[in-house]
C-alpha cells in the first residue's frame, strides 16, 4: 500500500493540478466499490457528491444496509465509529479524524462508567454522539429522530439514566413526562443560539417559523415552531406552506433545505457575541473537505478503528436502537 503521513489525523498529501475533484471521487467511488456517506452538516459539495445524505440515525440505518467494501463517512467521529460497529468487515473510512464532537467529548467513559455504577437499577439510554466506549455502557442508543418513541417504548416507572445531552434530555422528559436522570453535557453549537437575536428576528419577519434542533436550550426550543432531528426539520419545512424559516442548527442544512424549496427563504439562526466564529457551523463537521474526501479515497486512510472487546458491547445498544426503530416503522 501507500507510504502516506497521516500523522495530522489526514493524509497530508497535495492535490495534483488541475484534477476535477468531483470527476475523480466519482471514479475512485465506482472502481473502488466505495459509498459516501454524509452528514446534514457537511458543506453543500461534499453533500452533493455523497451518495446518502441523511441524519445521525439514516447514516447508521445506510451503514447497515449497504453491500459496499468501503465506506467513507462524511461527517464526526463518533459517526465513523457507529458505522464501523455496524460494519466490522467493511473499510470505514473518514475524510479527517480530528472531527470530534464537543458533545460526546462532555462525556468520557471512565466518569460516565462511574455515574451509571452510580446508580444500580437504571436503564441507560445514550445518545448516539458519544464514544464506542460510552455506547458500551449503554442499553439502547438513541438519535434525535427516535429519542421520544424509544424513552416510551420503556414501562412508565422504569428508572432512566440519559446522556449526554442534557437539553435533548430535558426536552425528552418535557414531551413523555418522564423524570430521566440527566447526565450535563451540551453541543457548544447549538447551545450558543442567541434567544435575543432570534425573537428580533421573528419581529422582522413575522410570517417565519422557528425551526430548532433539540440540542438548543430550552429558552429557544419553546419557542420554536418545530422541534426536531435534522431530518424531521428539512421534512417540515418542506411540507409547511410558509415560505420563510429560521433554522437553529448547524448550518449545513440550509444546503438541502434550499435545494429542497428553492422558492422558500432559510436564515441560520444567530449565535450570541461570545461564540468563537460568530456562525452556526460546527467546526468539527467542517474540517471534511474535497480534497482530503479525495485523498482519503485514493489512499483508502485515514481508517475507523474501534477496539474489539469495545465493539462487541456497543453493538447490542445500536441493534437495539436500529431494531425499535424498524419495528416503529421510524
Ligand atoms: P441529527 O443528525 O440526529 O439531527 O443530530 C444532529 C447532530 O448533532 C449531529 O451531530
Ligand atoms: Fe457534535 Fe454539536 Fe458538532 Fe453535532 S454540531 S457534531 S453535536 S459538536
Known amino acids: 500500500m501507500f507510504d502516506v503521513d497521516i500523522s495530522k489525523g489526514y493524509v497530508d ?3 495534483p493540478e488541475g484534477v476535477d475533484l468531483v470527476a475523480e471521487i466519482e471514479r475512485m467511488k ?3 466499490n466505495a459509498v459516501v456517506l454524509a452528514h446534514y452538516y457537511q458543506s453543500g459539495d ?3 457528491i455523497a451518495d446518502y445524505v441523511g441524519d445521525s ?4 440505518q445506510w451503514a447497515a444496509k449497504t453491500d459496499a467494501s468501503i465506506l467513507v463517512l462524511c461527517g464526526v467521529h463518533f459517526m465513523g465509529e457507529t458505522a464501523k460497529i455496524i460494519c466490522p468487515d467493511k473499510k470505514v473510512l473518514i475524510p479527517d479524524v480530528n472531527a470530534g464532537c464537543s458533545l460526546a467529548d462532555s462525556c468520557p467513559a471512565d466518569r460516565f462508567a462511574e455515574f451509571v455504577k452510580q446508580h444500580p437499577g437504571y436503564k441507560v439510554i445514550s445518545y448516539v454522539n ?6 458500551a455502557h449503554t442499553d439502547v442508543v438513541v438519535t434525535s429522530s427516535n429519542a421520544k418513541q424509544i424513552v416510551e417504548s420503556f414501562p412508565a416507572d422504569e428508572k432512566i439514566i ?3 445531552d442534557k437539553n435533548l434530555g430535558n426536552y425528552i422528559n418535557s414531551v413523555t413526562g418522564r423524570h430521566m436522570l ?5 453541543c457548544h453549537v447549538h447551545s450558543q443560539f442567541s434567544l435575543e437575536k432570534i425573537v428580533a428576528l421573528k419581529k422582522q419577519y413575522p410570517d417565519a417559523l422557528l425551526l430548532a434542533h433539540p440540542e438548543c436550550k430550552r429558552e429557544i426550543l419553546i419557542i420554536a415552531d418545530k422541534v426536531g432531528s435534522t431530518a424531521a426539520l428539512l421534512r417540515f419545512a418542506t411540507q409547511s406552506s410558509c415560505k420563510r424559516f429560521i433554522v437553529a442548527t448547524e448550518s449545513g442544512i440550509l444546503h438541502e433545505m434550499k435545494k429542497s424549496n428553492p422558492d422558500k427563504e432559510f436564515i441560520p439562526a444567530p449565535p450570541d457575541d461570545a461564540s468563537s466564529c460568530g456562525c452556526s457551523e460546527c467546526n468539527f463537521m467542517r474540517l471534511n473537505t474535497m480534497k482530503k474526501l479525495y485523498n482519503t479515497l485514493k489512499y483508502e486512510l485515514p481508517e475507523i478503528v474501534v477496539d474489539e472487546a469495545i465493539a462487541r458491547e456497543a453493538i447490542k445498544p445500536i441493534r437495539r436502537m436500529l431494531d425499535i426503530s424498524a419495528s416503529l416503522g421510524i
Open 13 to 15: 498529501m497535495p492535490v
Open 30 to 32: 465506482r472502481e473502488k
Open 46 to 48: 461534499i453533500q452533493d
Open 57 to 60: 440515525l439514516a447514516l447508521a
Open 130 to 135: 458519544t464514544s464506542a466506549a460510552v455506547k
Open 162 to 164: 440519559f446522556g449526554p
Open 182 to 186: 440527566l447526565w450535563d453535557g451540551a
